[in-house]
């Protein structure tokens, strides 16, 4: 009986390991991972590692540190941090041609599409050209994009060439490096950088570009010739244009006249000449605003002057009703109370009231007594403000 005891018990003690045996594989096999799994997951921890500090390289202009980081396995042509694209930014906003040349010759995308003035998000071509750094560190950046095959008259989302760059930071420099490029040249740089002999020797060839319309900085409508001379204050030039036969009933973006034009311009023997070619000076665009509504609050008190004294309607009402009072008022600063004063002595009356029964008056209580007196009592206060 001790026997048959015995060896039922042992079976039972046999199976009960075996089961146990088996419990311990299934929990080994699926609480932790097999050797290829940790061989993986340890490769993948020193890459991170490594993109990590070439991140940080990139950021500290620490162009050792980049290398080593790429020595061991870092890409700058992707990574788990964030889109290499931002680093490539890093680069050309910092000036470092180094770093940008080592992680071009290491793959990193020279078409990468970045954040740039005027396209928003575009080609890195446009970031390295609108970058604040001298013409010398751009020139060698862009000498690294060309080596690595980027086109120089490459076109933007929004239809911008680099070109466009130049003439929207008035950068004459910039458009003379990108013209011994290759880039296109005409009368559009010709016109905004003020180069009249070579303007000269343009229309001599071609009379009928005086007439016509060039490409826009921005989308839209295209200006004309005169339309950018006038809005860049170059005198010479928008005289030349409207002698060779450019018309003067153009409208450009948003309805404005060359009156209102001359006004942005700022330069008051052009809108005086605009005047006595007939040209209203109480034109409308397409805000209802008048060239004095419209540059009211950004403008010089000559160029308010002048254009008062060729009969501006110092009353005149744009959309919402804000007249050239009220829109000064709304962003008025110590420097300009010569413009309000001036605007009260050719008759601006603070009582008229916006769409929202607000008027001139109301918006003078939340500034320094003189201006609310100046208001109040023109006549009486008016040379009492300073």
């Known amino acids: 009986m001790k026997r048959d005891f015995y060896r039922f018990t042992l079976k039972h003690l046999a199976f009960l390991l075996l089961v146990l045996c088996i419990f311990l594989g299934f929990v080994a096999r699926y ?20 993109e ?4 940080a390289a990139i950021k500290s202009d620490n162009l050792a540190l980049a290398r080593d980081a790429i020595e061991r396995g870092a890409r700058p042509t992707d990574g788990f941090l964030q889109g290499r694209g931002d680093l490539l930014k890093i680069c050309v906003d910092s000036c470092q041609p180094a770093m940008l040349a080592l992680l071009l010759e290491h793959d990193a995308n020279p078409r990468q599409s970045v954040s740039a003035d005027l396209v928003g998000h575009g080609p890195l071509l446009f970031a390295v050209a609108s970058s604040p750094q001298p013409l010398k560190a751009r020139r060698e950046m862009l000498d690294l994009l060309l080596e690595h095959g980027v086109d120089i008259n490459t076109v933007a989302g929004n239809k911008s ?20 490029y290759g880039v296109p040249y005409g009368p ?14 343009a229309v001599a060839t071609n009379p009928e570009i005086v007439k016509e319309r060039v490409a826009p900085v921005y989308a839209g ?37 060359p009156m209102h034009m001359a006004a942005r311009g700022g330069n008051p023997d052009m809108i005086r000449l605009l005047a006595e070619r007939g040209l209203d000076v109480n034109a409308r665009d397409d805000w209802n605003d008048t060239p004095l509504t419209d540059v009211i609050w950004r ?42 004063r001036l605007l009260i002595a050719a008759g601006a009356d603070p009582t008229i009231a916006d769409d929202q029964g607000v008027s001139a008056l109301d918006l003078a209580r939340d500034y320094p007594p003189e201006v609310q007196t100046l208001l109040e009592k023109p006549t009486a206060a008016a040379a009492r403000v300073e």
């Open 31 to 50: 609480t932790q991972p097999d050797y290829e799994e940790q061989v993986a997951r340890a490769a993948f921890q020193k890459l991170q590692r490594a």
């Open 52 to 55: 990590i500090d070439l991140e």
């Open 161 to 180: 060439i680099v070109m466009d760059i130049a003439i929207y930071h008035n950068d004459a420099p910039l458009c003379d490096l990108l013209r011994a």
């Open 188 to 201: 559009r740089e010709m016109v905004v950088f003020n180069r009249l002999a070579e303007l000269k020797e």
């Open 221 to 257: 409508k295209n200006p004309t010739l005169l339309g950018l001379a006038l809005k860049h204050g170059h005198a010479e030039v928008a005289r030349f244009l409207i002698d060779a036969g450019a018309p003067l009933d153009t409208l450009e973006e948003l309805g404005a006249t």
């Open 299 to 340: 403008t010089n008190i000559e160029t308010v002057r002048t254009l008062l004294e060729v009969g501006a309607d110092v009353n005149a009402e744009p959309v919402r009703g804000r007249t050239a009072l009220y829109a000064l008022l709304r962003k008025l600063t110590p420097e300009r109370y010569e413009i309000v």
